[in-house]
């Protein structure tokens, strides 16, 4: 039976295809948490006298020893927060645990420099500093060093990317430019997820959640020491979501599962070297209305060797190989004589193997200076199947990449360095590309640094810019009308969009208690991509084809504020603040059908204010409060520009937790909590979709 245009009881389950109850792999997990948690909970409660405390040992780092995080996404190498010059958070391990956050984009929404958008069950629109379209291409995303962006399109399948957030050590938040160090794509951000060493994950872990969304999670780890200095964890997890409403409250039908499992081994085997080889494995679906579910499949291996020297530098090798695979489906659309011939329902699948290996070097050189420098090299084999709704041509395409970077940091004074350097590639497209960047920092005491920069980042082409063809089923035009075979394609002589970022910041710690930073920065863009018609005849009933080129230009600034207090040893809050203003437009002489619109999904302001409270009775508080500014959005007809806005809300999640014991832990969750639903992303329609409020409780085991 259809369950379009009824809403689901809460905590009831759907079905998925074929019959087959979608709680089936939960209970299996469920039951394996539930054995360990029996196992462990007596001697845990025969010393629960001992693990009063426990609140008190697990709280998360005073605002003081967030400062002295060590980060290593800005210059490659390990600084103290305080002392990297660039407008930089870090979302750490305790945050994510006491956020509630299930998923990496619901952990990233603790990054105040990101604008985050849930567009359904399973899509997200993340960005920073504009440009947040849902298929925003110019934010790098790394795990543990591998880049996981597809050249499908440039941007990141946030669907896929279901890691066990107890695994995650810290997430490193890169607004601005990063090209000098990582290369193309990393123009407006770089986000930068770094998991556990195997060491610091030993013994059993096991997780348990449901909820009315998330209809089932289950996760479990186990870590071993297998040699002297030697150690080794694997992991499963199982998640469940169910679906969405759309607006005019009918089921979305965009329920989804994942499965995933892996492995990470670290070796120390000297006190010089570490060596480091871990893999994933996933599969997982969607729910289409309509259509069979889509199939998402994919793993990944990848080994890392680091060296350390005495003089403080060190070295590193690092080689994996990452396969993804996709089948998307579309729905077949009936023919309409005499023009329209229809389109049988189909599945778009793209198979994407990539190979990449990275050297990278830092050594001091004399007394003041500090040298680093690095080659890459990045091979890819995709394939995307040809199908008449949606093709690549051609279907299958091998592409190379590589690299050379080099970046000299000089100690001009006692509190003053300059950085410089610049990042050389050579892509299939468009040849070589020069990425370099200048960034000043002053330090006047060890508790403020004041900061500049000047980069400049390309977004190198994608498969969908310069091999999309998407045709229109037209046959048959009455004279003297033509009909063109092509709605919408790519253009092979598409270029890649540049930036040019003029940035400053200023980060300091005024007491134990008190931190906060403050970033501005202006963006110049040029060869961004529009959309032009190419029609010189009459052609009925739009003027069709339409593909990509380099039209727009414009630039964007704003500013990104953030602070932390520790209230009371007991509460901490944090606030946060971002502007962005955009000002985009054709370049004169040329058009865009979408009036500089398309590129763009941003909202102007955001407001971020997060508690955290350690209460009595070994029991945790924290809520985040978010306010965001209005979007002005397109998704209209290519024949012109179509606005749309997404309103203005306020989004409100908490969470409230128990450590029973050292290892046992209870909690309840609630997200979006101000409102039964509300709309985040999307042009207007009846389709657009509105995300529920969902409350789930969780029970973990382990440390």
Known sequence: MSTSGRRRAPGSYAMKAGGTPGVRPAVMASLLVSGLIALAHAPARAAASSDTSAAGELKRLSVEDLMNVEVTSVAKEPQRLLQAPASIQVITAEDIRRSGATTLPEALRLADNLEVAQINAHDWAISSRGFNANLANKL?????????????????????????????????????????????????????????????????????????QLEEQAGARYGAQLAPEVYLRVYGQYTGQGSEVTSSGANADDAWRMARGGFRLDSEASPTDRL??????????????????????????????????GDGGSMSVQAYYDHTYLSQPFAASPPAPPYYTGFPAAALTDALDTYDLDFQDHFAWGARQKLSWGLGYRATHEADHDISVVRFTPPVLDQVLYSAFLQDEIALARTVTLTAGSKLEHNDYTGYEAEPSVRLQWQPDPAQMIWSAVSRAVRTPSRYDRDLLVPTGLVNPP????????????????????????????????????????????????????????????????????????????????????????????????????????????????????????????????????????????????????????LRINNGPTGGPVLGTVPSYFGLNARLAWRVSRRLELSLSGQNLLHEYHTEYGFPSPAREQVIRSVYARITWGE
């Open 140 to 212: 790098l995303v790394l795990i543990d060093g591998r880049a996981v962006y597809t050249p499908l399109y440039g941007g990141v399948l946030w669907n896929v990317q279901d890691y066990l957030l107890k695994d995650v050590d810290r997430i490193e938040v890169i607004s601005g430019p990063g090209g000098t160090l990582w290369g193309a794509n990393a123009v407006n951000g770089v986000i930068n997820i770094i998991t556990k060493p195997a060491r610091d994950t030993q013994g059993p872990y096991a997780s348990f959640a449901a909820g009315n």
């Open 479 to 630: 004279p003297p009308f033509q009909f063109p075979a092509a709605y919408l394609q790519g253009n092979p002589d598409f270029v890649s969009e540049t930036l040019v970022a003029y940035e400053a910041g200023y980060r300091a710690e005024w007491t134990p208690k008190l931190t906060s930073s403050v970033s501005t920065f202006y963006n110049a863009y040029s060869e961004l991509r529009s959309i032009t018609s190419t029609a010189t005849t009459p052609v009925y009933p739009f003027p069709y084809p339409v593909y990509f080129q380099n039209n727009l230009e414009g630039h964007t600034y704003g500013a990104e504020l953030s602070a932390s207090y520790q209230l009371l040893e007991w509460w901490r809050l944090h606030l946060g603040y971002d502007l962005l203003r955009e000002h985009l437009r054709a370049r004169p002489g040329e058009s865009d059908a979408t009036g500089a619109t398309n590129e763009t999904a941003d909202p102007q302001q955001q407001v971020a204010l997060r508690s955290s409270m350690d209460l009595p009775g070994n029991l945790t508080l924290d809520a985040a409060l978010r306010w965001v500014d209005t």
């Open 276 to 309: 480091t080889v871990q893999g994933d494995l996933y599969s997982g679906s969607e729910t289409i209305a309509g259509t069979p579910d889509a199939r998402l499949s994919g793993g990944n291996v990848l080994g890392r060797w680091t060296r350390t020297r």
